[in-house]
């Protein structure tokens, strides 16, 4: 079974990811800000990493999975008309990008392909 990280700090967000992922057969773990990110990215499959947090940004979180030896697949969530904000993050090595508000379906796509890469 696979294990996805949750980085998410919006309650209701974080929620339904874990809803849909638990449904789908997945071993979802939720963290709420930066640090905790860091400190639970061993050993993960998939990274679905939020942008906005509170310690260190998605961003530094990116720049960490980056350094890895084994790096986790990740999927940046994202809002609306960010581009600026997907074009650092590709520069990161990001895997993949789901817009908020997302579809469970488009979500569970990019999940399931980018496992399936793993």
Not at 62 to 76: L, S
Not at 81 to 100: C, S, Y
Request: negative net charge.
């Amino acid at each position: 079974m696979a294990r996805v990280l949750i980085v998410e700090d919006e309650p209701h967000i974080a929620e339904a990811l874990v809803f849909l992922l638990e449904r789908e057969g997945f071993s979802p773990i939720v963290v709420t800000d930066g640090d905790s990110a860091i400190a639970a990215l061993e050993g993960t499959d998939l990274l679905i990493l939020d942008v906005m947090l509170p310690g260190r940004s998605g961003f530094e979180i990116a720049a960490a999975v980056r350094e890895m030896e084994h790096p986790p697949k990740t999927c940046v969530l994202t809002a609306k008309g960010q581009a600026a904000d997907r074009e650092r993050m590709n520069a990161l090595g990001v895997d993949a990008f789901v817009t908020k508000p997302f579809s469970n379906r488009a979500l569970m796509d990019t999940v399931r392909a980018l496992l399936a890469e793993a």
